[in-house]
């Protein structure tokens, strides 16, 4: 049986709007100029304190500014118009991957736990995931603890893992935990530094992706 673990933030939903703006409400509460978009899309998929720490470095307010962000996107997230959009076409793949008997789905992300049991509850996806790994759960990606918890709760193994995402972390964590890496070229890192990263393929689309399962047992690239 396969198991296939997708990454959230710009894998499965599109939240660069509120990620950014987030980021920029927590730096002016610190009095510090926001990041640039691209400084700020380039750390999606740590979590918080890594990420932070990326930005400002080890010496900067990381543990202000996280507790910061985290109010800014719960206040963001009380606006009428919140939209977190799934990405075109991964809904459906979701649902035909989930009613496959040789395939298990799985997360991993760098959300809060609080974040992931949010998104699950909205989209009615209670069932459809043999193990669900977060922030509060591990440590950062590319740190492949994350991954390796996720093969265990779901009696998986490296040779019959998938891990799919859209940044060098999701490749580079899925290359150490000895699993394949899949990316996508809808997200927040570009294609070639996810090949360089140790991507098997990169797909542009989710019937692309779909097409690497398209059958019974693993399909890997």
Do not use: C
Not at 121 to 135: C, I, N, R, V, Y
Not at 155 to 176: F, H, K, L, Q, R
């Amino acid at each position: 049986m396969t198991l296939i673990v997708f990454d959230v933030d710009g894998t499965l939903i599109d939240s660069q709007h509120l990620i950014v703006a987030a980021q920029g409400l927590a730096f002016a509460e610190h009095g510090l100029a926001a990041p640039s978009r691209v400084e700020s899309l380039s750390v999606v998929g740590l979590s918080l304190p890594q990420a932070f720490r990326r930005l400002v470095g080890d010496h900067g307010p990381v543990e202000g500014l996280s507790e910061s962000y985290r109010r800014a996107f719960n206040l963001l997230r009380l606006d009428p118009n919140y939209e977190e959009p799934l990405f075109p076409g991964m809904e459906a793949l979701l649902q035909r991957l989930h009613a496959r008997d040789d395939i298990q789905l799985g997360i991993a992300t760098g959300k809060a736990r609080r974040g992931v049991d949010r998104l699950i509850e909205t989209h009615g996806w209670q069932d459809w995931f043999a193990t669900t790994q977060s922030a509060d759960d591990a440590p950062s990606k590319p740190d492949p603890t994350m991954l390796r918890q996720a093969m265990a709760e779901a009696g998986a193994t490296p040779e019959t893992t998938v891990m799919i995402g859209d940044t060098t972390y999701d490749m580079e964590m899925a290359v150490s935990a000895g699993a394949v890496a899949i990316g996508v070229g809808w997200g927040y890192h570009p294609a070639g530094a996810l090949f360089g990263s140790g991507a098997a393929t990169v797909v542009e689309s989710a019937s692309a992706l779909g097409e690497l399962f398209p059958g019974a047992g693993p399909v890997f690239p």
